[in-house]
């Protein structure tokens, strides 16, 4: 006989690890407990060492679906004499060292009784036990108790007390346990703001076949919803919330239902059928475009996804006429629904039911909405799957607050990001914690919305932060927000320059803290050190610092921050560049063009920048792919789209120059100013770009004597360019790292910012030291 205490930290608290361990213990015959501490959870076990150990090994192989252990340690510890069998424990209060749980969709057990007519949660739109059902959005406080949850305005009544107090139930001690007795209830307004009698369900599918937009609030916010065969409707939305021309997502019943309008992978598949249910982007057929007018107009992928609330189930299953049979899950249905963020304006996602009737009035036809109060707004996340794996677009619903591991520990910091696709980021020894997607600075009410998402994580989390870091660039409203802040607690400030952030937080994921990397810095702009613009960079990062080794050569920007909305200035800018200049009104068809024309010549309100995103720009312009954009980024998607419907070819023989470590694209433009076939020429654009930074970067890491090389920014969300370019590094026997928990662009900027400050400070302690030691 022998006693063991056993430490489990991870995601294992509100995921049912407790009745896991109490029912394998129970099988095994072990006497002991288990509970929940400010540390993860620990329990303690007596019986036979062989038994023990395959309880140990039965912990990691068979743990509950949403769990996730980091650390398992075990130590003897004495026996006891009674023999009292195997007991939960109350959980032991104190600093909390773990997080609240991600929301996660409706788990199959769920489904079960949700169209069981037996069972009595059957239709009922808030089932859901310790393994689904909403987490970090309904909880306002640690621990993740049901009183500091939106669920405390709903006492359980007494049968779900049972199941919430039985260990051997999948309910026990499931936060939002609830039924149609004692748990939220729904109901559909109509545009007067006036309740509708009858089934909300049924009424709302009947909305939007008669081509309605209907605004159903979900896990973390509401969403706009019709009928994504519907063009009037889908034209009809877009008008409505101002977004004419941006990719809209698309929700099926499963997979099957989006075989006639994409294409997946095995692992797309997987990503789109996960617990967390982002939005995937899938390879579109050809005939998606007559299929789903105007939902992703232009680009070469639909952001697919699939339900992740009993509402959403319930609105397919009424289409589906009800079916009792549980194989109508996995056959295909006609039906599919537009489903965008509800935030009119770019403001943050509505969540309150006031403010959605008051917010969404004007773009919503009727209101499908339930009483139980969000906590947090959280948006969907959008992935992609590519040859290195799923990656992020945006991270939030489903994957937000999931801690990510630092290479070691340091003071508690708190990060603002970056101006676009914000996020924050807040630390707690070796952990970062990034916020869900908060958006752009660019209106009081989103930079409402960082302060909010700051003292939510501070709360759960329960940091107090010691240092806190923005962008290098002072005017930016993060940073000014962030010093602010700064002389409201007094903590220490730090600031990080633009584009080493984007380096180091791809090098934090990967938990590379003592050697120096090579950095691919590739996105629209940052603020370079100089006062310039940058965007185009190849950095030297090392020990919380870095040297500028390269960049792009730089182009000037023909009226300021307006050529990056323009595309056609850019291609000004080049043909300028390229000694035709004469060209530029007769190619152009704005306006504006002789004015240009004669600004470059005088080089008038020309600032030079080094941005990888405006030669895509210029690029566009040039091809007369997209003149004028309608949203940010929209030339560079549009352009990967027609190299990927044309298919590969072979990069432009000296379509490149490379001269004292900058990377000069003039060859390549010069070339796509006379061709005619736009398809071809973001194929050779895409190509030869790829071509041309791989011998950059190879040359540079053969310079520096380095291995590995990281990939940062925005453009890397070009998927057609990070593969091209990943190849060709790989070829050459760089290690290429990329950006895998976190979105390579502005969304992970926090991340770095964070790691930057944290290993700035431990440089600064091992020189205090030495000098003390000295």
């Excluded at 100089?530 to 000037?556: I, M, N």
């Excluded at 080049?574 to 009104?585: N, S, T, W």
């Amino acid at each position: 006989m022998m006693r063991e205490r056993i430490r489990v930290r991870g995601q294992v608290q509100g995921v049912g690890f407790r009745p896991f361990v109490y029912r394998l213990a129970g099988e095994a015959g072990l006497n002991g407990w288990v509970r929940n501490d400010s540390h993860g959870v620990l329990l303690e076990v007596q019986g036979d060492p062989a038994v023990i150990g395959k309880l140990a090994e039965r912990l990691f192989s068979e743990a509950p679906p949403l769990a996730r252990i980091d650390h398992l340690e075990r130590c003897p510890v004495p026996l006891q004499g009674e023999q009292g069998g195997f007991t939960i424990h109350e959980s032991e209060r104190g600093a909390a060292d773990t997080a609240v749980t991600p929301d996660a969709a409706t788990c199959p057990a769920c489904l079960a009784e949700l169209f069981d007519p037996a069972d009595r949660r059957y239709q009922y739109p808030f089932t859901n036990c310790t393994h689904c059902g909403p987490r970090y959005t309904i909880t306002r406080a640690i621990p993740y108790d049901r009183s500091n949850t939106t669920m405390a305005a709903f006492p359980l009544c007494e049968t779900c007390g049972r199941e919430y107090r039985d260990p051997l139930d999948r309910r026990f001690h499931a936060q939002p346990n609830a039924c149609p007795v004692c748990g939220p209830s729904l109901e559909l307004y109509d545009a007067a703001g006036c309740r509708q009698n009858g089934d909300p369900i049924a009424a709302t599918l009947a909305r939007l076949k008669r081509g309605d937009v209907v605004a159903i609030k979900g896990l973390g916010g509401f969403h706009l919803a019709c009928n994504a065969r519907d063009r009037e409707a889908v034209a009809r939305l877009r008008c409505r919330k101002g977004r004419e021309a941006k990719p809209l997502a698309v929700m099926a019943a499963n997979a099957e239902s989006l075989a006639g309008c994409v294409e997946w992978t095995e692992a797309e598949k997987a990503l789109l059928t996960g617990s967390e249910r982002p939005i995937v982007l899938l390879r579109k057929r050809s005939n998606t475009d007559s299929e789903l007018a105007g939902c992703a107009p232009g680009v070469g992928w639909l952001g697919a996804m699939l339900p992740c609330t009993p509402i959403h189930y319930l609105l397919f299953h009424e289409a589906a006429g009800r079916p009792v049979d549980g194989a109508w899950l996995q056959a295909p249905w006609e039906l599919l629904l537009v489903m965008t963020s509800a935030n009119p304006g770019g403001e943050p996602l509505v969540i309150d039911n006031d403010e959605a009737l008051r917010r969404l009035s004007g773009i919503a036809d009727a209101w499908l909405m339930h009483d139980r109060p969000i906590a947090v707004r959280c948006d969907d996340s959008v992935m992609r799957v590519d040859a290195g794996g799923p990656a992020f677009i945006r991270r939030a619903r489903g994957f937000t607050p999931q801690a990510i591991s630092l290479p070691h520990t340091g003071p508690s910091t708190l990060a603002v990001g970056g101006y676009f696709k914000n996020t924050v980021c807040l630390t707690r020894g070796s952990e970062a914690f990034v916020s869900q997607h908060i958006g752009q600075l660019d209106s009081p009410a989103n930079r409402d919305f960082l302060a909010e998402v700051v003292d939510h994580l501070c709360d759960v989390l329960r940091i107090r932060p010691e240092q806190v870091v923005h962008d290098r660039h002072d005017d930016l409203p993060g940073s000014q927000w962030a010093a602010d802040y700064i002389n409201r607690t007094g903590v220490k400030r730090v600031e990080v320059q633009h584009h080493h952030a984007h380096i180091a937080a791809v090098a934090a994921e990967h938990g590379v803290a003592d050697r120096p990397l090579l950095g691919l810095a590739l996105d629209g702009v940052g603020a370079g050190d100089d006062g310039t613009a940058w965007g185009g960079e190849l950095l030297r990062v090392e020990a919380g610092g870095y040297r500028r080794f390269g960049h792009l050569s730089t182009l000037p920007l023909p009226g300021g921050d307006r050529a990056a909305r323009e595309p056609w200035r850019m291609g000004a800018a080049v043909l300028h560049r390229l000694g035709r200049g004469e060209a530029i009104p007769a190619r152009f068809e704005a306006s504006a063009a002789g004015p240009i024309a004669e600004m470059l010549q005088r080089d008038v309100n020309c600032p030079e920048t080094s941005s990888m995103g405006r030669w895509f720009d210029a690029a566009a312009g040039l091809l007369g792919v997209c003149p004028v954009m309608n949203y940010e980024g929209e030339a560079p998607m549009l352009l990967e789209g027609l190299a990927e419907r044309h298919g590969a070819v072979a990069p432009l023989s000296d379509g490149f120059r490379l001269e004292s470590g900058t990377l000069d694209l003039l060859p390549l433009l010069a070339e796509l100013a006379d061709i005619g076939d736009a398809g071809f020429g973001a194929a050779l654009f895409h190509a030869t770009l790829a071509e041309g930074l791989a011998a950059w970067a190879a040359a540079a890491a053969d310079a520096e004597g380095i291995a590995e090389i990281v990939f940062g920014g925005g453009c890397f969300l070009n998927r057609t360019l990070s593969t091209g370019l990943r190849e060709r590094l790989s070829d050459t026997g760089l290690r290429v790292l990329e950006a895998r928990r976190l979105p390579p662009n502005d969304g992970g900027l926090s991340l770095g910012q964070a790691w930057v400050a944290i290993q700035q400070a431990t440089v600064k302690e091992r020189s205090d030291a030495g000098d003390r030691r000295t």
